[in-house]
């Protein structure tokens, strides 16, 4: 099974990137691709002790997380699709991945999926979302996944019962930091897309989550079929 399709999927934090990709991964032949499970722990480490770096990683250790990721992925030949969970992140980014995926996988398709969302969509959705410390083990305790309630408790995972927590970077301060550090690099990354003849479809994403996994999966099939 050859890399054939790459979906990166960005938009404002809490737009819903990673319940839509998480849900679309679990296709078979698809996979997930999120930066910091591929960037070693000192550095994700470097990256939280400022918020004014807001998890920024450096375009080095981006590069070689992304050549290593692709590279197993080809060479295990298990993944047709990948999709990027909030990634890339700068119009600098968008290119070392396009140069990235032509070197790894030559002929890959890229369709580039930008979430939209009322603001106050957005506020609301980070204000109740939930995270996991126990199901989701992250190296520098700062969990992203989200978490499933418990139908019996609201404030307890569904999943081992545990005490969920609001994610560390949905603090009001910090995502109004991190909102308006999307506005700033959103113009980059479109432009880097454009210039080299990807298309960027924007999906609003204020819908259910459903809605927008089959919205997505529509565009793949009907530009598949296109090819
Ligand atoms: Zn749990």
Redesign the pocket.
């Known amino acids: 099974m050859t890399l054939t399709v790459a979906v990166p999927v960005v938009g404002p934090p809490a737009a819903g990137k990673t319940t839509l990709t998480a849900r679309l991964g679990q296709a078979p032949g698809c996979a997930v691709f999120r930066l910091r499970e591929h960037v070693p722990e000192t550095i994700l480490a470097a990256t939280a002790t400022s918020a004014e770096r807001l998890g920024w990683i450096d375009d080095f250790n981006v590069v070689t997380a992304l050549r290593g990721y692709l590279d197993t992925t080809v060479k295990g030949d298990q993944t047709s699709t990948v999709f990027f969970d909030n990634f890339p992140g700068t119009g600098t980014q968008v290119r070392l991945f396009l140069a990235a995926l032509e070197q790894h996988a030559p002929g890959c398709t890229v369709h580039a999926v930008e979430l939209a969302s009322e603001v106050t969509t957005l506020y609301r959705r980070a204000f109740q979302r939930r995270v ?1 410390h ?2 989701e083990r992250d190296p520098i305790h700062d969990p992203r996944l989200p ?1 499933e309630p418990s139908a019996e408790d609201a404030q307890r ?1 569904a ?2 019962g ?1 005490i969920l927590h609001p994610r560390r970077g949905d603090a009001p301060r910090l995502l109004r930091a991190r909102l308006q550090r999307y506005r700033q690099t959103a113009d980059g990354i479109r432009q880097a897309f454009a210039e080299a003849g990807v298309a960027v479809t924007r999906l609003n994403s204020g819908t259910s989550p459903e809605q927008t996994a089959q919205a997505v999966t529509a565009l793949l099939t009907s530009r598949i079929r296109q090819l």
Request: aromatic share 0%; charged share 25%; with cysteine.
């Open positions: 996991c126990r199901c978490a995972c999943r081992c545990g």
